[in-house]
């Protein structure tokens, strides 16, 4: 039978309601105080409120074990990620004590480290392994500084204002002479940095405009990369889902909703929406044929480009081949993106005659020259004209952490500061702080580690790469997060000494020296708010049962390695958890009062076991982004050097880069659908799952709705299936030159032809390491396969989705995936 699937989900799986008492308790009601579920039966039963990125939840504990699962406030839509914290306390892969790698234990910071994640696990107590860190730090730091420890610890660890393990990690590090981090993420790696030149803002992490409006003015909604009914089941602190929400009211209005993507996604199917199957990497193209049709047909809008806008006669040179004597019209569009010139004629007439918000998703910039996907959609958008009106123009968050729900009226909850300054107000994009002495782009750090002391081009200025001895992660899953794992293996074995703070063995774990256990969210008490833009909500984490095993806190593990060092005070400032959290909770609620909103005092809030809701004001609501900016553009410029859009960046032409020029365009990649090789003739796109976040959840009983034969699903097109003699539910193995894992296909008319499509976020789970150069990895990692390589001199963002491959059935016995069990002793 073919399987419920990531990247090709069945309808009928979203509208199945909740069995569970607590989704459909909150369904009907969505009051928390009414979730306490009816139990006969047990004698002790009770509902504990806490949160996680997949929104606030309800826990039902019966005689102090976690039982079941749901949400805390109403949901439009099922989110399976709330139904699994019992899976994700008592799983098989949790790190159960404290572990020192055996050749490490007897050699610490001189052991051989190629035998990094096949070596065996040593059982030692909370006092040995603080001590050895403690131990490894002052040597590293006497034999020669900052500038040898990597902190910068990238990832998803889970919410809490004061439980943030990266920050807390940070904290330690500043506190005992600093330590080096990165610029940027995975997530916007060129976004991030192209933006600020064109907008000057970073874009992709602001407030959109309000949803009101769109469902009020928009005619067309272009969801150009974007999967939002999948990615908005999280949000960066708890997603509160309004974004679902209000697709799903736009969708009964009727009105068009466009899905530009190779895949057919989740939100195509269940919106119900037209999709336009796309060549992954070809959008610029796609972009560029809609706007040479634009001038041919005199459709442009000449004076929002005049009076808005800076350089749009130099792009237009280039758009008409002035430059390099190619047209860039539909028929050359076409035959790159797949797309036929009647439907790119036809979205340029319908994005001009209606109002249209392009909706841009960040897939298509997670590759080679990412940067000129968004510059180009802006320079779409200004010469479309609706930028700043009321449901028009462009929204690079609407698909993330529920961009565009209104802004509330309220209070916002302080948080741990990873510097020493009592700084404790930070909110948003954490990572995006700057608490590091010195950082490198982030997506470069493999070949940081393999070569120390080399310079780089970034944003116009050279990075010299630090000479990494000693890595601390908390929070983060490189092994799984990064691009092509078979040379971040060779790189990971240049550092003296790793060590992991982690919940479960995930691969990242494998890898270190140093091991320690720590508890899940649901195992300490903590604080959030919902929604990242809306800031709905705030959310008691309650704690809802003891620590497993022996995990501990990160807090508790930095504060104790604080000690050692003799800055235990400026760690903790004297302070406990709860003292902590009357004191971040205190920050909104003397904010609400200067607002005029009420907040129950933190004990009754505590006792009451609910979130507090805050609302939107009527202006909040009617919130248009740019629009202030259309109104009087001389004053409400941006923050560009013309303090318009910037279709030319002077800035960005005088870096004088091969791979950016002054102005958007198109620049062929290494390996895409349109230069595919015999050896390898299929494009890969990685988007992410429906069922995790990345490789969270991964080890939950939510991989059977989507695991095929107990391995990651491929989504590859029926012809190309065909051609290969796969069927759908068959293992097959996918390889190039760069590594080589296997996986189970689901065959399928929902993706185009000549592109498969592997979500990231599977677990690397390798066969033999260390005795071959590319060991096959049993359970599907995409990034096993993709290039490590910066998307251009100007960010040096991830490239992911620059990746061709080839495809195989997989004939003889497949090795069994055993990444979700303990590690060879490790269960001592
Ligand atoms: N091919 C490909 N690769 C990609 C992407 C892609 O599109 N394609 N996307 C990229 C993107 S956008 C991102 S953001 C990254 C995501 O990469 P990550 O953020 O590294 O992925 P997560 O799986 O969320 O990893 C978080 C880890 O933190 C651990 N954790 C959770 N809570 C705690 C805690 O309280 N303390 C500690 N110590 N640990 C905790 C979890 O167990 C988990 O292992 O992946 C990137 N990689
Ligand atoms: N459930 C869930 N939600 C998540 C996450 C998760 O792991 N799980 N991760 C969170 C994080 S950290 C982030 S950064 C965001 C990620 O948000 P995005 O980066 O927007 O998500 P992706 O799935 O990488 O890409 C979105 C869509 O773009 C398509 N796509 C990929 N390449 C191209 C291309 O070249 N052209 C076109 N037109 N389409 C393309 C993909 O097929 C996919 O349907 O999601 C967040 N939300
Ligand atoms: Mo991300």
New binding site residues.
């Given amino acids: 039978m073919k399987k419920e699937n990531t990247i090709d989900l069945k309808r009928r799986e979203f509208l199945k309601n909740s069995s569970l008492g607590i989704a459909g308790a909150s369904l009907s009601s969505g009051v928390v105080g009414t979730l306490v579920a009816p139990n006969a039966v047990a004698t002790e039963s009770k509902t504990v409120v806490t949160a996680a990125h997949w929104g606030p939840l309800g826990v039902v504990v019966e005689n102090g074990k976690a039982v079941k699962s749901g949400p805390a406030i109403p949901t439009v839509i099922e989110n399976e990620l709330q139904s699994v914290v019992p899976d994700q306390l008592y799983s098989e892969t949790r790190i159960k004590y404290p572990m020192v790698r055996k050749g490490y234990l007897a050699n610490p910071g001189k052991s051989d480290t190629t035998m990094r994640g096949r070596d065996e696990w040593v059982r030692v107590t909370w006092d040995q392994a603080l001590d050895l860190i403690d131990k490894e730090f002052k040597r590293v730091r006497s034999e020669g500084g900052f500038e040898n420890i990597f902190g910068g610890s990238y990832g998803?660890k889970s919410s809490g204002s004061l439980h943030s393990s990266r920050t807390l990690l940070h904290r330690y590090l500043n506190a005992t002479g600093g330590f080096v981090g990165h610029k940027g993420?995975?997530?916007?790696g060129a976004a991030q940095v192209i933006m600020p030149h064109v907008l000057g803002t970073i874009e992709v992490y602001e407030q959109q405009t309000s949803w009101e409006t769109i469902l009020e003015s928009t005619d067309i909604i272009v969801l150009w990369s974007a999967n939002p009914l999948t990615t908005l089941r999280i949000a960066w602190t708890a997603t509160d889902q309004q974004g679902i929400e209000y697709f799903k009211k736009y969708q009964a209005t009727g009105k068009r909703i466009i899905c530009i993507d190779p895949i057919k996604s989740e939100t195509c199917k269940m919106l119900n929406a037209e999709w336009i199957p796309t060549n992954t990497a070809t959008d610029v193209p796609l972009m560029l044929g809609i706007a040479h049709t634009l001038v041919t047909q005199d459709k442009h809008d000449k004076a929002f480009l005049k009076k808005y806008t800076t350089g749009y006669a130099k792009f237009e040179e280039y758009l008409l081949g002035k430059v390099d004597g190619q047209a860039k019209d539909a028929e050359w569009a076409s035959k790159l993106c797949g797309v036929p010139v009647d439907v790119i004629k036809q979205l340029a007439a319908d994005f001009s005659s209606k109002r249209t918000m392009l909706m841009g998703g960040?897939g298509m910039q997670r590759q080679r020259h990412g940067e000129q996907t968004h510059w180009m959609m802006v320079t779409l958008a200004s010469m479309l004209g609706q930028i700043g009106l009321p449901g028009g123009g462009f929204g690079f968050s609407y698909h993330y952490s529920n961009g565009g729900a209104p802004t509330t009226t309220g209070g916002v909850i302080g948080s741990m500061s990873a510097t020493l300054d009592s700084d404790t107000t930070n909110t948003g994009q954490s990572w995006l702080s700057k608490s590091a002495k010195i950082s490198f782009p982030l997506a470069r750090i493999a070949d940081v580690l393999l070569n120390p002391g080399k310079t780089i081009q970034y944003n116009g200025t050279e990075i010299t790469y630090p000479d990494i001895k000693l890595i601390y992660w908390a929070g983060g899953n490189p092994f799984v997060h990064h691009q092509d794992t078979n040379t971040l293996v060779k790189a990971w074995q240049k550092p003296e000494t790793i060590i992991v703070n982690e919940i479960n063995w995930t691969p990242t774990a494998r890898m270190a020296d140093i091991v320690l256990p720590i508890t899940t969210s649901y195992e300490r008490n903590d604080l959030t708010m919902t929604g990242d833009y809306s800031m709905m909500h705030i959310v008691p984490m309650k704690q809802v049962v003891e620590p497993q095993f022996e995990a501990r806190n990160d807090y508790d593990v930095f504060a104790e390695l604080a000690k050692r060092a003799g800055v235990e005070d400026k760690f903790t400032e004297g302070k406990t958890e709860m003292d902590w959290l009357k004191f971040f909770y205190q920050s909104a609620f003397d904010a609400a009062r200067k607002n005029r909103v009420l907040m129950p005092k933190f004990e009754k809030f505590w006792e009451e076991n609910k979130p507090i809701t805050f609302n939107a004001s009527e202006k909040a609501k009617k919130w248009v982004r740019y629009g202030e900016f259309r109104e009087d553009p001389l004053l409400n410029p941006l923050g560009t050097p013309s303090g318009k859009i910037e279709i030319y960046s002077d800035t960005v032409a005088k870096m004088n880069y091969d791979d950016c020029r002054g102005y958007p365009s198109w620049f062929e990649p290494e390996e895409f659908s349109g230069n595919v090789t015999p050896e390898h003739p299929l494009a890969l796109v990685t988007p992410?799952p429906y069922y995790r976040l990345?490789s969270q959840l991964a080890h939950t009983s939510l991989r059977q709705k989507y695991a095929v034969k107990d391995r990651e699903p491929v989504l590859i097109h029926t012809e190309d299936a065909k051609t290969r003699g796969i069927a759908d539910g068959d293992i097959v193995r996918i390889f190039n030159g760069r590594g080589q894992v296997l996986a189970g296909a689901i065959v399928s008319d929902n993706i185009i032809k000549g592109t498969v499509g592997l979500c990231e976020g599977a677990w690397y789970d390798p066969l033999d390491l260390g005795m071959s150069e590319k060991p096959l990895c049993k359970n599907g990692c995409p990034n096993v396969l993709t290039m490590d390589i910066g998307t251009s001199n100007l960010a040096q963002g991830n490239s992911p989705n620059t990746c061709i491959v080839q495809v195989e059935k997989f004939t003889g016995e497949a090795p069994e995936v055993t990444v979700f069990k303990q590690p060879k002793q490790a269960n001592a």
């Fill in positions: 998803w993420d995975y997530s916007t960040w992410h990345h």
